[in-house]
């Protein structure tokens, strides 16, 4: 099967300009998930999708960052404006169930897009 | 919120050598998974151990819930398994709460 498709690869923009990052899950799979990975620490977990609604954005800087998933497929994070502490690699992960559990073997449960690697200078 | 500790930070081995990393983590969960992150960034889902023992070839984990635990053991290393070795736990919101990972350079 096709994996989460992520794009763009990179991105480099100065602070106060806008990004956006598109992401597009395995089909079928109703859970769809932003991580934000900075240098040398492990992912943190931005934004959490239920089909096309939220359910947990507590960890979304709201002043800047927006997300959003038209028809629970494709979801689009926004970067508006960027300051140089965003330069990070922003991850999406899907998964069949809201638990990611699957039948818990090796390669299924959460899936991960190959990242944006943003920039900001 | 759950913390999660991993152990070493950095690993340096011959290839052939065995090694084991270790995942503490501060709470009950419900998920626990090992990921590995190549050097193209790229996140492979390992293992789903919330409890127990599974083995893939060269790959084993090993999760003690009740003491809030979880091991990585990699036999015969080899530089394809370069990288950083994430644990992740799901106290039971669905989301996973990441470690800060192990690297990991395998040399020939």
């Known amino acids: 099967e096709a994996g989460v498709a992520q794009s763009p690869r990179y991105k480099i923009i100065e602070k106060r300009q806008s990004v956006a990052f598109w992401c597009n899950p395995i089909?079928?799979?109703?859970?769809l998930y932003w991580y934000q990975q900075i240098l040398g620490q492990g992912p943190k977990l931005l934004i959490q999708?239920?089909?096309?609604?939220?359910?947990?954005d507590s960890q979304l800087p709201k002043d800047r960052f927006s997300a959003e998933r038209l028809k629970g497929v494709d979801s689009t994070l926004k970067i508006q404006p960027a300051k140089l502490e965003d330069s990070a690699v922003y991850l999406c992960?899907?998964?069949?169930?809201?638990?990611?559990?699957?039948?818990?073997?090796?390669?299924?449960?959460?899936?991960f897009g190959s990242g944006t690697r943003l920039t900001v200078v | 919120g759950i913390q999660v500790e991993q152990s070493p930070p950095d690993l340096i081995l011959q290839e052939g050598a065995n090694s084991t990393l270790r995942c503490n983590f501060s709470?009950?969960?419900?998920?626990l998974q090992w990921f590995h992150q190549n050097p193209w960034g790229q996140l492979i889902n390992l293992f789903y151990?919330?409890?127990g023992t599974k083995q893939n070839g060269r790959l084993s984990a090993t999760t003690v819930a009740t003491e809030r635990y979880s091991l990585l053991y990699i036999s015969s290393s080899q530089t394809t398994d370069s990288g950083v070795y994430f644990c992740?736990?799901?106290?039971?919101?669905?989301?996973?709460?990441f470690g800060k990972g192990t690297k990991l350079s395998v040399i020939p």
């Open positions: 992960a899907s998964s069949l169930d809201a638990g990611g559990s699957g039948t818990g073997g090796a390669g299924y449960g959460y899936t």
């Open positions: 089909s079928g799979h109703a859970t």
């Open positions: 999708f239920q089909n096309n609604g939220v359910v947990d």
């Open positions: 709470d009950s969960v419900n998920n």
């Open positions: 151990i919330p409890s």
């Open positions: 992740a736990v799901d106290s039971g919101s669905y989301q996973l709460t």
